[in-house]
Nanobody, 124 residues
Framework: QVQLVESGGGLVQPGGSLRLSCAAS????????IGWFRQAPWKEREGVSC????????YYADSVKGRFTISKDNAKNTLYLQMNSLEPEDTAVYYC?????????????????WGHGTLVTVSA
């Protein structure tokens, strides 16, 4: 069964850190462009960060540059997102997503596999 399962979300104070994980099964992440989207209440879903299929280069949305770091462990078939200096504006449901053979930035229409999402809440 092809699926992505996220974990690591939760409640954190402003300035804090969280590490999201995304475990893939049924396919090999190294064959896909893979990354993170998020959707905040009453806002459209947006791409946050991804790793390109062709050269493993990383992409970051301007809003998270310098604070978030994406990484991938091919042996574990798992994607990570280290989030530091979190702000209330980072509050959202974070989704892991994969598109076969794609490069960054990932776009919704190319996504073939979506995770169920994990909630990140940044609040004092």
């Amino acid at each position: 069964q092809v699926q992505l399962v996220e974990s690591g979300g939760g409640l954190v104070q402003p300035g804090g850190s969280l590490r999201l994980s995304c475990a893939a099964s049924g396919f090999t992440v190294n064959d896909y462009g893979i990354g993170w989207f998020r959707q905040a209440p009453w806002k459209e879903r947006e791409g946050v960060s991804c790793i390109s299929r062709s050269d493993d280069s990383a992409y970051y949305a301007d809003s998270v540059k310098g604070r978030f770091t994406i990484s991938k462990d091919n042996a574990k078939n798992t994607l990570y997102l280290q989030m530091n200096s979190l702000e209330p504006e980072d509050t959202a449901v974070y989704y892991c997503a994969a598109a076969y053979g794609s490069n960054c930035p990932l776009v919704d229409r190319d996504i073939e596999v979506w995770g169920h999402g994990t909630l990140v809440t940044v609040s004092a």
